[in-house]
């Protein structure tokens, strides 16, 4: 089954943008087993496929955000929005069969749910730009928002309504509590202090991750949360990683103590909480350029670690061995701005392209991609795999649309 939708007006966009936008459009039957594109007001920067799944209605939560540069703070938000993927529906037989057109089709019994997504909670963000969102592996309900301002929001989804997008009422705090350094309450936030990455440790319920363009890293603890004062200046680590700007830090999803932590410099490095000062093992500088963007550990093998870069090369590593060669390495073409690990795939990942707007999946045992996702006008700024679904990916562009896609099984099983 297929839905598509009209993407965003094509102006300024560049010629030849277009005409792939127009040659991808046209063999869409051919490369999908599902599509369906969004168009907001504002780009997201950030989508999140949440962990649950509706299965009578075959609904799908993701977590999205809206990014207006500063231009208009009052539409700055976090979103929760649902979609049906339709798997639920069963209308395939013969009864179903049209022979003009040669395709089932459902009969006019059929119930078909909403095509576009529905914004289920619009929870607005407190201050800054809304960099990214992600929610508490343990508690997805508790959702951490990343600020342009220094700091990082944590909301309580349960507060804020379902389905009547109540607003937050103006003598109360729109967030929970507020992760923020101590220099930042004053409010004059240095542009060094801008929040570029963050994420929730899936062993230890709490610990969350974050790093700035600083190049800091550091480690929050919800558990000091108090009633009394909703701002947490406390950190469990605190360290300056990478003088250019510290881009990315990740878990490894096995262990409570590890992470990744990739910089403006081409660093790459092993850190573990319980050292004193973190780093254990570091990756050579020269099998990267341009500043290291993003970094995740394998699904199922966290001894092996991917890594992206300015230039569109990614290395996949032996964490056991970060001073020699890269196991492999492929191009994605342009500057990487997110990769993600299929949950489901072992030796599968999606790459997007912060110029070309492309989506590209790969098998990491093969230098070409098996798939490229062309429907994006513009940089792709996030990617999302679902867990209850092998190939079925969201992605993000400052085309301001949201994508939702699964490539045909007869691409990606035959490649």
């Known amino acids: 089954m297929e839905i598509i939708e009209q993407p965003a007006e094509a102006s300024g966009i560049a010629i030849d943008l277009q005409e792939r936008y127009g040659y991808w459009k046209k063999n869409t039957k051919l490369l999908y087993d599902y599509l369906n594109t969004n168009t907001s ?63 089932f089709k459902p009969d006019n019994s059929i119930k078909f749910p909403s095509k576009h997504l529905t914004t289920d909670i619009r929870i607005p963000f407190p201050h800054g730009d809304c960099n990214s969102a992600a929610y508490c592996p343990q508690n997805p309900d508790v ?113 409570e103590s590890l992470f990744a932590a990739a910089g403006e410099s081409n660093i790459l490095s092993l850190c573990d909480i319980r050292k004193k000062d973190c780093e254990i093992n570091k990756m050579d500088m020269k099998y990267h350029s341009d500043g290291i963007n993003t970094c995740k550990f394998n699904t199922f093998n966290s001894l092996l670690l991917a890594s992206a870069d300015g230039k569109g090369r990614v290395n996949i590593w032996d964490i056991r061995q970060l001073d020699k060669e890269p196991v492999s390495t492929f191009e994605h073409g342009s500057s990487i701005s997110a990769l993600e690990w299929n949950p489901n795939l072992e030796t599968i990942l999606a790459t997007a392209g912060q110029e070309d707007g492309l989506v590209k999946l790969w098998d990491s045992t093969n230098v070409e991609p098996i798939f490229v996702h062309g429907g994006h006008m513009l940089g792709v700024n996030d990617i999302s795999w679902n867990a209850h679904d092998p190939w079925l990916i969201c992605s993000v562009s400052n085309d301001n649309t949201t994508h939702i896609w699964r490539p045909a099984r007869s691409i990606v099983e035959d490649a």
Not at 62 to 84: M, V, W
Not at 195 to 203: A, E, F, I, P, Y
Not at 231 to 237: D, G, L, P, R
């Open 41 to 103: 007001k504002w780009p997201s920067l950030t989508c999140q496929f949440f962990p649950d799944l509706d299965t009578t209605t075959d609904t799908h939560r993701i977590l999205l955000s809206s990014f207006t540069s500063s231009q208009l703070p009052e539409d700055e938000a976090i979103y929760i929005s649902t979609i049906s993927t339709s798997k639920h529906l069963n209308w395939a037989s013969l009864n179903n069969f049209d022979i003009d057109t040669m395709e």
């Open 143 to 255: 959702i951490a928002g990343a600020s342009s301002d220094g700091s990082i929001y944590i909301f309580n989804r349960t507060k804020h309504g379902s389905r009547k997008l109540r607003q937050v009422q103006t003598s109360q705090l729109p967030y929970e509590t507020r992760f923020v350094p101590k220099c930042n309450l004053d409010e004059n936030i240095p542009d060094t202090m801008e929040v570029l990455s963050m994420d929730w440790n899936v062993q230890r319920e709490g610990h969350l991750l974050s790093s700035y363009s600083n190049g800091d890293i550091k480690l929050w603890d919800m558990k000091r949360y108090t009633t009394k004062n909703p701002n947490i200046e406390q950190t469990a680590i605190d360290f300056n990683f990478d003088a250019l700007g510290t881009n990315c830090v990740s878990w490894m999803p096995s262990h």
